[in-house]
Protein backbone atom coordinates (compact mmCIF):
# COMPACT_ATOMS: atom_id res chain seq x y z
CA UNK A 1 0.00 0.00 0.00
CA UNK A 2 1.10 3.14 -0.93
CA UNK A 3 1.86 5.44 2.60
CA UNK A 4 3.84 8.84 1.77
CA UNK A 5 5.55 10.89 4.33
CA UNK A 6 6.61 14.14 3.82
CA UNK A 7 9.55 15.96 5.09
CA UNK A 8 11.86 19.26 4.88
CA UNK A 9 9.56 22.06 5.10
CA UNK A 10 10.33 24.87 7.84
CA UNK A 11 10.56 28.40 8.48
CA UNK A 12 12.86 30.30 5.93
CA UNK A 13 13.46 34.12 4.57
CA UNK A 14 12.37 35.30 1.39
CA UNK A 15 14.77 34.04 -1.23
CA UNK A 16 16.08 31.01 0.53
CA UNK A 17 16.36 27.22 -0.70
CA UNK A 18 14.05 23.97 1.19
CA UNK A 19 14.23 21.05 -0.28
CA UNK A 20 11.01 19.10 0.34
CA UNK A 21 11.16 15.26 0.35
CA UNK A 22 8.62 12.29 0.32
CA UNK A 23 8.95 8.98 0.97
CA UNK A 24 6.93 5.74 0.23
CA UNK A 25 7.06 3.60 3.21
CA UNK A 26 4.54 1.19 1.73
CA UNK A 27 7.88 0.43 -0.85
CA UNK A 28 5.35 0.32 -3.55
CA UNK A 29 7.10 2.98 -5.63
CA UNK A 30 7.41 0.24 -8.80
CA UNK A 31 3.59 -0.46 -8.78
CA UNK A 32 1.27 1.26 -11.14
CA UNK A 33 0.23 3.36 -7.96
CA UNK A 34 2.91 6.02 -7.85
CA UNK A 35 4.17 6.21 -11.86
CA UNK A 36 3.03 9.99 -11.50
CA UNK A 37 3.90 11.87 -8.56
CA UNK A 38 3.17 15.29 -7.64
CA UNK A 39 3.56 18.33 -5.29
CA UNK A 40 0.53 20.43 -3.91
CA UNK A 41 0.40 22.92 -1.80
CA UNK A 42 -2.68 24.40 0.34
CA UNK A 43 -2.26 28.00 2.06
CA UNK A 44 -4.89 29.30 4.78
CA UNK A 45 -8.52 30.18 3.41
CA UNK A 46 -7.50 28.56 -0.20
CA UNK A 47 -7.67 25.88 -2.21
CA UNK A 48 -4.97 23.12 -2.55
CA UNK A 49 -3.15 23.86 -5.65
CA UNK A 50 -0.85 22.08 -8.31
CA UNK A 51 2.97 22.87 -7.70
CA UNK A 52 4.65 20.55 -9.50
CA UNK A 53 4.37 16.45 -11.12
CA UNK A 54 6.74 13.88 -12.91
CA UNK A 55 6.41 10.80 -14.39
CA UNK A 56 8.36 7.20 -13.32
CA UNK A 57 11.35 7.87 -15.40
CA UNK A 58 11.22 11.51 -15.06
CA UNK A 59 11.03 12.31 -18.78
CA UNK A 60 8.33 14.49 -18.42
CA UNK A 61 7.72 17.39 -15.17
CA UNK A 62 5.20 19.42 -15.43
CA UNK A 63 4.88 23.01 -13.41
CA UNK A 64 2.83 25.82 -12.31
CA UNK A 65 3.50 28.92 -13.66
CA UNK A 66 3.81 30.32 -9.81
CA UNK A 67 6.52 28.10 -9.57
CA UNK A 68 8.38 27.97 -13.10
CA UNK A 69 12.07 28.87 -12.86
CA UNK A 70 12.66 28.02 -9.46
CA UNK A 71 11.24 24.89 -8.09
CA UNK A 72 12.60 21.41 -9.42
CA UNK A 73 10.89 18.43 -8.68
CA UNK A 74 13.15 14.97 -9.14
CA UNK A 75 12.38 11.47 -8.40
CA UNK A 76 14.62 8.42 -7.25
CA UNK A 77 12.98 5.43 -7.68
CA UNK A 78 15.64 3.29 -5.77
CA UNK A 79 15.07 5.17 -2.90
CA UNK A 80 11.01 5.45 -3.14
CA UNK A 81 11.55 9.15 -3.11
CA UNK A 82 10.01 12.40 -4.45
CA UNK A 83 11.99 15.74 -4.28
CA UNK A 84 10.97 18.64 -4.64
CA UNK A 85 14.17 21.63 -5.07
CA UNK A 86 12.38 25.37 -3.83
CA UNK A 87 14.63 28.26 -4.69
CA UNK A 88 13.99 32.20 -4.53
CA UNK A 89 11.22 31.69 -2.15
CA UNK A 90 8.84 34.29 -1.95
CA UNK A 91 6.14 34.69 1.16
CA UNK A 92 3.32 33.50 -0.91
CA UNK A 93 5.20 30.28 -0.86
CA UNK A 94 3.89 29.50 1.81
CA UNK A 95 1.65 26.76 2.79
CA UNK A 96 1.15 23.41 3.82
CA UNK A 97 2.67 21.32 1.08
CA UNK A 98 1.49 17.41 0.21
CA UNK A 99 2.92 14.88 -1.67
CA UNK A 100 0.69 12.63 -3.81
CA UNK A 101 0.56 9.59 -6.11
CA UNK A 102 -1.19 8.79 -8.89
CA UNK A 103 -1.02 5.81 -12.15
CA UNK A 104 -1.02 7.16 -15.62
CA UNK A 105 -3.55 9.31 -17.22
CA UNK A 106 -4.49 12.86 -17.97
CA UNK A 107 -4.91 15.94 -15.89
CA UNK A 108 -1.43 15.61 -14.52
CA UNK A 109 -2.54 18.84 -12.21
CA UNK A 110 -5.78 18.17 -10.90
CA UNK A 111 -5.34 17.24 -7.11
CA UNK A 112 -8.63 14.90 -7.50
CA UNK A 113 -6.79 12.46 -10.05
CA UNK A 114 -4.18 11.31 -7.04
CA UNK A 115 -5.22 8.45 -5.29
CA UNK A 116 -2.68 9.14 -2.79
CA UNK A 117 -1.71 11.63 0.01
CA UNK A 118 0.65 12.05 2.44
CA UNK A 119 -0.10 14.41 5.42
CA UNK A 120 1.90 17.52 4.17
CA UNK A 121 4.87 19.58 5.63
CA UNK A 122 4.40 23.21 6.55
CA UNK A 123 6.69 26.01 4.73
CA UNK A 124 6.53 29.18 6.25
CA UNK A 125 8.46 32.34 4.25
CA UNK A 126 8.85 35.29 5.93
CA UNK A 127 9.78 38.85 4.26
Known amino acids: QVQLVESGGGLVQAGASLRLSCVDS???????????MGWFRQAPGKEREFVAA????????YYADSVKGRFTISRDNAKNTVYLQMNSLKPEDTAVYYC?????????????????WGQGTQVTVSS
Open 54 to 61: ITWGGANR
Open 100 to 116: AARSPGTEVTSARRYAY
Open 26 to 36: GRTFSSSSTVY
